[in-house]
């Protein structure tokens, strides 16, 4: 009887240490990256829109994202979103009063993330909706992250791929 037990209680550590190396087995997205214009295919609105830096703080339960853009005027202009893994919906405010939903999954490998957001976009009063679509992936041994996003709006639907050097 006390071999059974031992056996149970071993099995059961051995799934607990196996189920955590799963959860730390996601992508790192955590550091600072520069995006890379001429491997980035940027479509209709990326050059003005696409982020030229982006710093990440990874944990295994959630991403903070902050995205450094320039703004018509020339001026630097970051957006902080924080994304969580849990399945629910993160809301982020952006662009002034902006909202910004999102949902945020891994893949079944833990390499790629989808991130499903509607972005309530606020602009002298009249909101206009646009759904995006991000898949987040580590390429050449992790030293450049791809962002590959699809919007579709009353602005038509518009893809990016963008292509990010790791720099710190």
Not at 46 to 53: D, N, Q, T, V, Y
Not at 97 to 104: D, E, L
Not at 158 to 168: A, C, F
Request: charged letters at 25%; aromatic letters at 8%; one cysteine or more.
């Amino acid at each position: 009887m006390k071999k059974k037990f031992s056996f149970l209680v071993l099995a059961a550590i051995t799934c607990l240490v196996s189920a955590a190396a799963f959860v730390y087995a996601n992508a790192d997205f955590s550091g600072e990256w520069t995006l890379n214009k001429s491997k980035s295919e940027l479509g209709q609105w990326g050059e003005r829109i696409a982020p030229k830096k982006l710093k990440i703080d990874g944990k295994t339960h959630a991403v903070a994202i902050d995205r450094f853009s320039v703004n018509q005027s020339g001026a630097e202009v970051i957006t902080n979103e924080k994304l969580t893994f849990d399945g629910k919906e993160s809301e982020n405010t952006i662009f002034g009063n902006s909202k910004k939903k999102s949902v945020a999954k891994w893949s079944e490998d833990g390499q790629t993330l989808n991130v499903n957001s509607t972005i309530f976009l606020d602009r002298n009063g009249e909101t206009t909706e646009i759904k995006v679509t991000e898949l987040w992936k580590l390429i050449d041994n992790g030293q450049v992250l791809s962002l590959e996003s699809t919007s579709n709006s009353s602005f038509g639907t518009s893809t990016m791929k963008l292509v990010y050097d790791k720099s710190k």
